[in-house]
């Protein structure tokens, strides 16, 4: 009856996020690839400073997202299912992507300002791994 359906449709939101947050990272690459076929400018710039400072900023962001992964409410799972709240599920899961999403972004900055796509490749692969990881699972959501 009424309570399936609800109880589904948060899980059914949360894999089209998921799978809309995953082919974005794959366009940062693509959208990447598109600039760096522009002619370089002349000036090369330095991106060491930048480079260290998003890797810190990366390592942060993904320390985040471990940390908000503790409130989903696994140990609930098991026995009581009732206790689970799937819209809070879905919003913990919304917000570490969103996090491990940025980790992908910060690549495409330092890409487009080092004019490189190996600079940017890392923080590609480390972000939609991030994302694979944390493929939505139906049982989080007391489906």
């Given amino acids: 009856g009424m309570a399936a359906s609800s109880a589904k449709s948060p899980a059914q939101t949360a894999r089209i996020i998921w799978l809309a947050l995953l082919a974005s990272v794959a366009l940062y690459a693509v959208v990447l690839t598109v600039l760096l076929a522009q002619p370089q400018p002349s000036r090369t710039v330095d991106v060491s400073t930048v ?67 190996g600079e940017a490749e890392p923080f590609f692969i480390v972000g939609a791994a991030l994302l694979l990881w944390q493929r939505p699972r139906a049982a989080h959501f007391g489906a």
């Fill in 51 to 117: 480079r260290h400072v998003l890797m810190l900023v990366a390592l942060g962001t993904i320390v985040g997202v471990y940390v908000v992964r503790q409130r989903l409410p696994l140990e609930e799972l098991g026995a009581k299912r009732l206790s689970v709240q799937p819209q809070q599920v879905l919003a913990i899961y919304v917000l570490c992507w969103a996090l491990s999403e940025a980790v992908a972004l910060y690549g495409l900055v330092l890409g487009m300002l080092a004019h490189n796509f």
